[in-house]
């Protein structure tokens, strides 16, 4: 017999999988969650969290070679990262087991496997325990994930030629290694690396790190990885990779440099990431797929009817609250509430090196490219007492704004917790408040946030201390 089990079932316990699972359960649905790993994906076990663990020791250590500065110093000082690596699995473990209790609190069968389409409203599920199982169900969400993108005829090893994946659980710091790619996560991995001692060589094929970024957010970010001895080669491509007795041979080549080799104990490919669409079958249940996204709507929903996707199996930013905010917006399309309109292009994206970068919307540049009539109020860190008081001058934050309506287009910060003052700005985009309503509210001081009210002063041409 074939029964409807099911209200939703959702393939994939990452962020969005597991957040749409939780949404569901709250509006009453009946939810299972097929996920073959672990809970919370990529972000919570190899990504976003374990990564800003090690930050959080880079950040340390960064700060312990400042001694001069605050008047202290240190003798024989020693940094394990092994104990950091063990730091950061423990935080990523602590936050796994707290999904798994979200599950059990919301009533949410989770199934240990990998799941795959067997229909429109069924989900066969090979079990990690080697026995199978078809769940039928009224709806399916599709949450596969991504995994690394690589360099064509580049094929990580997992042992030299790492991804992420393997990145993110290394013991032992490479005494050199070449980073390809200077997105967020090569410029994350560079900078935990180098504070920990390792030759670090960064390689962009685009002019500048950070490329989607705004140009002089881009510049302070290099102007400090060059302080710190790192390696930034832009304009450059990896033409091979040759694996030596002892270490690694990168051929790159750039228009003004020419060909050259670069040697390192280790390479790190960190170029973004690509869907997982293959293995759902989403082609043999009639899911439109284009360039391996699977095509989703206004209300997470493909062209086959009760079948949804969110996520980086997208391909719309691949990112974690993304994907949530996606997950939420399909559960609540499955139990026939209103949703609200995601906009891509004016999500919050943020970069956690030091120091830090944080963005939503348009740059200067793009506002010019698609007509519009702009102002721009910015104002420095190297003004605001609260980051003079930390040491931690560099940076600004910018804010675009349309000169006719008033509304923000943009705002581009880098520099000390940017990625914290963001929210203030995304609220004030998401429900349409100006440059001056901003400006007018009173910002405590001594506080970084005031950097966020100067520049909203400085769209007027009024900052009181810009």
Excluded at 58 to 83: H, M, P, S, T
Excluded at 89 to 108: A, F, H, P, T, Y
Excluded at 259 to 274: K, P, S
Aim: glycine residues 12%.
């Amino acid at each position: 017999m074939t029964e409807i089990t099911y209200d939703v079932t959702i393939i994939g316990g990452g962020p969005g999988g597991y957040v749409a699972a939780v949404r569901a359960a709250q509006l009453g649905l009946k939810v299972a969650l097929v996920e073959k790993e672990h809970l919370g994906g990529v972000c919570l076990n190899w990504g976003c969290i374990p990564t800003k663990a090690l930050l959080r020791n880079a950040e340390v250590i960064d700060l312990l070679g400042q001694g001069k500065a605050f008047g202290f110093a240190l003798e024989g000082f020693e940094a394990d990262y092994g104990q950091a690596v063990d730091r950061s699995r423990k935080v990523s473990d602590r936050l796994v087991k707290g999904v798994d209790s979200l599950m059990r609190k919301n009533k949410i069968d989770v199934l240990e496997g990998t799941g795959t389409l067997a229909a429109a409203n069924a989900v066969q599920v090979a079990l990690n325990d080697g026995s199978e199982r078809t769940i039928h169900t009224e709806n399916i969400i599709l949450a596969a994930g991504g995994r690394a993108r690589t360099v064509p005829g580049i094929e990580p090893d997992g042992a030299r030629i790492l991804t992420y994946r393997e990145a993110i659980v290394l013991r032992e710091v490479p005494a050199s290694v070449v980073i390809v790619g200077a997105g967020p996560i090569g410029m994350e991995f560079a900078q935990i690396w180098q504070a920990y001692g390792a030759q670090v060589t960064v390689v962009e094929m685009l002019s500048r790190a950070l490329p989607l970024e705004d140009e002089e957010v881009s510049a302070v970010v290099e102007r400090a990885f060059k302080r710190r001895k790192v390696k930034l080669l832009t304009s450059t491509r990896v033409r091979g990779i040759e694996v030596t007795g002892d270490g690694l041979q990168v051929e790159v080549a750039s228009e003004k440099k020419g060909e050259q080799t670069l040697e390192a104990e280790r390479v790190l490919v960190a170029i973004g990431v690509q869907a997982n669409s293959e293995g759902l079958g989403p082609a043999g249940a009639g899911v439109q797929v284009e360039r391996g996204n699977v095509v989703i709507d206004d209300q997470m929903r493909t062209n086959v009817p009760g079948i949804y996707a969110i996520g980086d199996l997208t391909g719309k930013l691949a990112l974690a609250h993304v994907a949530s905010a996606q997950g939420i917006v399909a559960a609540e399309a499955i139990a026939g509430q209103e949703t609200r309109k995601l906009d891509y292009e004016f999500m919050p994206r943020c970069t956690y090196c030091q120091p830090q970068v944080a963005s939503f919307g348009l740059t200067e540049a793009q506002a010019a490219e698609r007509g519009h009539e702009f102002k721009t109020g910015r104002f420095n860190f190297l003004a605001n007492g609260k980051a003079l008081a930390l040491d931690e001058r560099d940076g600004f934050v910018k804010i675009v704004a349309d000169t006719t309506t008033g509304e923000i287009l943009g705002a581009h910060l880098v520099g000390p917790e940017v990625t914290e003052l963001l929210p203030e700005l995304v609220l004030a985009r998401t429900w349409e408040l100006t440059p001056d309503e901003i400006a007018g509210a009173v910002h405590a001081h001594p506080t970084l946030s005031e950097a966020l009210m100067e520049a909203t002063h400085g769209v007027f041409g009024t900052a009181i201390h810009g």
